[in-house]
């Protein structure tokens, strides 16, 4: 029978130091907080300098020898990167988190985000963008389905375990 994993015990508990890999877990997390910090409050875009002209140049000559469908813009590769961006929040956020707070994940995403571009709307040099919100909350959605199937993963496999050695 199924049983979802927020409604569950903790099935990390079970393995060997639960407590070391947590407090590397919090860390991790917070090198991952600074960083999108950094990317997102930053005065200007992150892409205002050579690499950001490097992906522009890849762009246009995948288009301009056809291995690139035309649809793969640089909006295209902007929209994935922010998706990307939260997906490993969400994913962190879904491990080190309590059972009963797993289910808010997305939601965080969502208010996350939202502050974020909010904060954008005010910043010279920066622009905000509805669609920025999605992508975010999208990836942070899609960490916390990540790591939710790979708790039920091994929620299953030690019930397995459990149910073998009886």
Not at 6 to 18: C, D, F, I, Q, V
């Amino acid at each position: 029978m199924f049983t979802p994993v927020h409604l569950t015990s903790n099935p990390l508990r079970a393995r060997g130091g639960y407590e070391k890999w947590r407090l590397a877990g919090y860390m991790l997390l917070g090198v991952y907080i600074v960083a999108v910090g950094l990317v997102v409050f930053w005065p200007v875009h992150v892409d205002d300098n050579p690499s950001g002209e490097l992906v522009k140049t890849f762009l246009r000559t995948g288009h301009n020898q056809g291995w690139l469908p035309l649809w793969f813009s640089y909006k295209t590769v902007e929209w994935l990167s922010n998706v990307l961006m939260f997906t490993p929040g969400g994913f962190l956020l879904t491990l080190l988190l309590r059972n009963r707070t797993r289910r808010w994940v997305p939601l965080l995403a969502l208010a996350t985000t939202a502050c974020i571009e909010f904060t954008q709307l005010w910043m010279p040099g920066r622009t905000s963008s509805l669609w920025d919100i999605v992508a975010n909350t999208l990836g942070g959605t899609l960490g916390w389905a990540a790591a939710l199937a790979i708790l039920w993963g091994i929620y299953r496999s030690k019930k397995l375990k459990d149910s073998a050695s009886l």
